[in-house]
């Protein structure tokens, strides 16, 4: 499987190799996962995706954790599942407890119905919910 | 709009009044907002979406206003513009702040592109991400 | 809205007119409804749409009617405003009942919480599913 | 694949035994398949999802071939590989042809372009098809 | 995996090698990839889903590569597996080299994270956006 | 609409504003549109956003219409309603012929029907199709 094939160590760039460098030294891992690879095809957008991912990630009014719950509800909308594994690996590295995990998937489900449910009503939306 | 007409206050079951006296009583208010008026179509269905729901939203190992965002979240991936707008708003209630919602926003723009950039790859999953 | 403007009744070409003409003897009315309105900026399209619309909805071992809950169902799952509109707007008049809506309502929240859930867990195919 | 584990026997609770047991005895099976094991994971989740369940897919205004037909409609619109599976094997098993499953997968396809047509132009809804 | 069993040559009806020989001429191949080889279970949806396809894909304003690019671009957003993998490689086959593949990856990410923060903000569409 | 509000001018950051300069003059018009208006309370994400577009729409191995085209055909997929208006006027505004219009139109069609039958087919990737 995959769209593009696996570059073997000689192959990767060293605009790639030195994004690697950064992944490796920001998460204090030597294992670079599989999306990375695959994207040191392109090491322009390599760059600008782990760029923007890391500062994106980074501890701010929301703690990590929560982030990376927020990052596995969007993968399981989305229904990427390289996604919903990384991720959820991920958010159990972070601290993710099974009850935290349990109710995550409580929260996804019961969204994904009331959406459906919302959508197939057409309920128009409440004035008070427009800022 | 809306694939089904509003009830009038005569229209409403006593079954669905009774749902409807929960959710006022639960939230502290009198607002019944349009996505429950619209599914008191349905008594039972309502009855059994908001009992799911209150169980659900409730504290647990998540804060309800983490829950609120996950609901967002996903939401904004489903592309429900009923619940982005009143899960928005009820984020807000819970204490959301402008921060808050900017990083919720971000993480939501991250996942969705590489979303897609893992789908449009088809990265295969690592094996240190199966359970 | 709308990313075509409305033809005026001059600038519809006589292809056109002649697939409206189908459709109004097909459907036992004058009425033309805005999705085909639109779809004549392109009369090619508009023919290969409506006739392939005409084929597929006609009835054979699936009832017209089930053939129009279905179409609401994928409608809602993949959020089209209008066709939502449109073809809960069909079943009610190929007979669907308040009860029969709402049983439709049910199977499509239920079947959007379990899909949900099936892809946050990625659940293994059972090879008993496997044809 | 699976973001959680398989549980061996011993691990399963009562709680979730109990609900297996009820799975067993309404479907006339002794086979449960992995959607519900993995839910096992969470046994209140678990017998919540499979209670909505076996009330929502009994039979009432519409027959559990239609609601399956519905189900299966939902998840591929949804994109989720186990319940595409499973629901199709489900309607199979239930009583669905080979000339149903073509015509479903013919309004399931018809549906899809359709709504990719009707959002692409953005077409008003119509002011008929408003409840 | 799949939900209807691959065919003997023996089951293939005259109808569907029928479609199979215009396959293989039109595109000047033996070879006759799983998508259609699963259409045969019925021949008519294969036949009309066959004709349209090379309607719709044949040299026109645009051009088949920018074509091909145009149905990888939805089938990643639609979440496509089989399709990802079969329009990439048919791109491919088209003359799409690495740069014009990864400048594709890198609108389609683009996209998706503008489309969900649109989605997000629910930004009301500016006038001179609508024809 | 909207879940956050229009700011007045004298809201609207320095940094926000400076953005706002450079979106006028590398598209070399006055008009900021809505979505850049409803990012400007977050001047960060607002910066990181445009900034990435100008770079990925710039032109490449594909021309600035390809790409917006690219664009209309993942919103469509994604159903975001301000996307779809923003970018067909974009690809208006850059070229795109009627004709050009109903071939993208039909190929976003056809990918749609395509992409849900190989879904519920669930049609295993050929391996020649693998990179």
Chains 1, 2, 3, 4, 5, 6 share one sequence.
């Not at 192959?11 to 030195?18: D, K, M, Q």
């Not at 991912?53 to 980074?58: D, H």
């Not at 594994?85 to 409580?106: F, I, P």
Request: proline residues 3%.
């Amino acid at each position: 499987m995959a769209t593009v094939r696996s570059l073997t160590g000689e192959e990767v760039s060293a605009e790639a190799l030195a994004v690697f460098d950064d992944i490796r030294a920001t998460r204090n891992t030597d294992y670079i996962n599989n999306f990375w690879r695959a994207l040191a095809h392109d090491p322009a957008l390599l760059k600008a995706t782990w760029e923007r991912l890391k500062t994106v990630m980074a501890p701010g009014a929301l703690d990590p954790l929560t982030k990376e719950m927020l990052y596995v509800a969007v993968s399981v909308a989305n229904n990427c599942e390289y996604c919903v594994h990384s991720h959820t690996a991920a958010a159990r590295a972070k601290g993710m407890t099974d009850q935290m995990q349990a109710e995550l998937l409580a929260v996804i489900a019961m969204a994904s119905q009331t959406n459906a449910l919302a959508t197939a009503l057409q309920v128009p939306v409440d004035d008070r919910f427009k800022a």
